[in-house]
Every structure is written in C-alpha cells, then in structure tokens.
C-alpha cells in the first residue's frame, strides 16, 4: 500500500463523484498513518467492517473531530452496543432481530443511529440481507422503530455480473426505496464499491463505499 498514490488516485475518483454522493472511505487494514493522510486531503467519511478493529482506530485519531465512522460490515448482536457507541452510521442492517436490537439499545443514546437495510436483489448465498419479499414483509414491524432512523438502503452485487448488468441491478434499490417510502422515509442508497461505483452512480448511488480503488491492495493477512 502506497500513500503517495493516494492523492492521485482520491483526485480520479473526485472527478467522477457529483457533489452530492458521500465518498465512504472503506479502510479495512488501512494503516492509522494512511487514514489520517487520507483526512488531510479532506475526507471525512471512513467505513470498517469490524467493530473491534474500528474502536482501535477510532481511539487513535480521536483527536480529528469531524470524522465520521460508517459499520458496513455485518454486525453480530452481541456487539450491537458498542457499534451504536461508535458509528452514526450503520448501513448493514440484514435481519429485523439487528434492527429491534439496535432500537432496544439506543434508548440510552442522545442521537438516534441512522440505519440502512442490507438488501439482496438476487440470491447470494455468500452475502448477508434482506430478500425484498422478506424486507416487505418486515415492514410493520420496522415502522414502530422509534429510537433508531431507519434511511436508506444498501447492496452488495453478486460477483461476474457486466457492467451494463450492474447499472440494471443497482437501479433496482432505489426503485424498491420508492415502493417503501409510505412506510419508510428512505434518502440514502449506499452501493457501488471499487470495480462497479460508476455503474451505482448512474443508478442513482448517495453513497459509495471505495476501499481498493483508494488505498490499493490491501496486504494478505
């Protein structure tokens, strides 16, 4: 991993992005060193799949006060606490036991957290979420939240799709958050990581989330 690529590459990238889409920085095995270069550039927005990981670098770079950590990776319920403790924003919500769970905990809490519902759009036994007849059905129990905002979605495609397929697939998210905004106020769709963010972009994507594309290649465990 190389951080003098990073400026070249975030100016890429920026060039692609309108304004409105939030750039989450995915920084999963990205050094402390490389995230805080990576705030100096101006970001802002930093996504990690693992809570413990996560309250590491958080601790580390508490001294930047603006920052704000994104959970995208799927949350056990065991550690459901400590993630609303750190992540305003959590974007893999995958079960309606993880919602009422995290809307259980943030009584506590001054802010309430805001969510995204992790939707498959077709099966895939290798990711975690919400079917869409699953996510339908779940929809009353989902209205009654009220310590936690529930606001947009989030998707991870199956692998080998084209790139005309991708843009297909992810137009379908924010087709099925208009279907559910008489139950839902949803404005986020959160999809489009390194090799198909162009393709969610044009899908209409408030959110990608670039890890690779940025950082390069992370090292093998």
Known sequence: MSEDTLPQRLQAIQGRIPSPVRLVCVTKQVPIPVIRQAYALGLRDFGENRVQEAQVKAQALADLPDITWHLIGHLQSNKARAALQLFPWIHSVDSLAIAQKLDQLNQTLAQPA????????????????????????????????????????????????????????????????????????LREYSMGMSDDYPQALAAGATMIRLGRGLFGERPLP
């Open 114 to 185: 805001q969510l995204l519902l992790q939707v498959k759009l077709r099966p895939d036994p290798q990711k975690y979420g919400w079917t869409v007849p699953e996510l339908h059905a779940a929809l009353p129990a989902l209205s009654q939240l009220q310590h936690v905002k529930i606001v947009g979605l989030m998707t991870i495609l199956p692998l080998g799709l084209s790139p005309g397929e991708r843009q297909h697939l992810f137009s379908e998210l924010p087709a099925l958050g208009a279907q559910l905004q008489p139950h839902l106020p």
